[in-house]
């Protein structure tokens, strides 16, 4: 059995989210490993250095948006997953997100619950293949 934790990395300019977020994901266990970027720039660095298995991240932010970084993942071909949670949930969003390679294209006020479920399984679903 692997001792790895799941890389998450939350970007996201709010800080209210983010603390709930983290408060909500803190429930699951020990084994994630949770990092949060507010911008652009940063969350870009992150990416590249610490190879996250899990990308939750907002259509708008400073310095770029998502969808700009959502490419920047792909082009990057990190393996990680991403889930966009926005609240520009206009559909033109969605499937341009999802056409990118998003995993999921969530409502942040009214999906915002469904998140840790959806995290427990992206980290068991990374487990298994390890194995």
Request: charged fraction near 25%; hydrophobic fraction near 35%.
């Amino acid at each position: 059995m692997s001792n790895k934790k799941f890389n998450i990395l939350i970007v996201d300019d709010n800080k209210e989210f983010v603390g709930r977020m983290l408060g909500l994901l803190d429930e699951l266990g020990p084994y994630l490993q949770i990092q949060t970027a507010a911008s652009y720039p940063e969350a870009r660095d992150q990416i590249r250095k610490n190879a996250p298995d899990l990308v939750i991240l907002d259509v708008r932010m400073p310095g770029n948006n998502g969808i700009e970084l959502l490419k920047e993942i792909r082009e990057l071909k990190t393996p990680c997953k991403v889930i966009m949670n926005t609240n520009y949930t206009h559909e033109y969003y969605k499937k341009q997100c999802i056409e990118l390679g998003a995993s999921y294209f969530l409502d942040k006020t009214n999906d915002f619950e469904i998140v840790p479920e959806l995290v427990r399984q992206l980290s068991m679903q990374a487990h298994e293949n390890m194995n």
